[in-house]
């Protein structure tokens, strides 16, 4: 006896096929493995639910970073992404990746504070460094 498929996707088949085909049926309903998200089988693995879906893996915007985020943690490892640009916290304006930016405050920033080994003032290197200070020092 032939059957239409009970999940209307407008197939006909014998009645003994039916079990096998409702298991590959492009309208079966599935749950998307990232988001949990019910729907038919072309639509949740399809092209359009993945390029939106907030649970689906995205790499790292970030040059150097090979992490994958779920797309809807983007802006929450952004924030501590060690690849992430940034404007140095002392205010010189250089750009560089979070992760040089400990070096860039220790080592090169000319806003970063020292104390002149000669008179023991403490301040910006690029003050403790200049001309006019040691004229004064």
Do not use: W
Request: glycine share 6%; aromatic share 6%; charged share 25%.
């Amino acid at each position: 006896e032939m059957v239409m498929c009970s999940n209307g996707c407008g197939f006909e088949l014998k009645r003994n096929q039916l079990p096998i085909h409702l298991l590959d049926c492009p309208k079966r309903i599935v749950s998307c493995p990232y988001c949990q998200r019910g729907g038919e089988h072309r639509s949740i693995t399809g092209f359009l639910h993945l390029t939106q879906c907030p649970g689906y893996p995205i790499p790292c915007p970030n040059d150097g970073c090979e992490k994958k985020i779920k797309r809807c943690l983007v802006t929450q490892h952004r924030a501590v992404c060690l690849h992430e640009m940034t404007t140095c916290s002392n205010g010189c304006g250089f750009k560089l990746k979070r992760h040089e930016l400990y070096d860039h405050l220790q080592k090169t920033c000319p806003k970063r504070i020292r104390r002149c080994y000669h008179c023991h003032q403490i301040d910006e290197y690029q003050i403790i460094c200049s001309e006019d200070h040691y004229t004064k020092c």
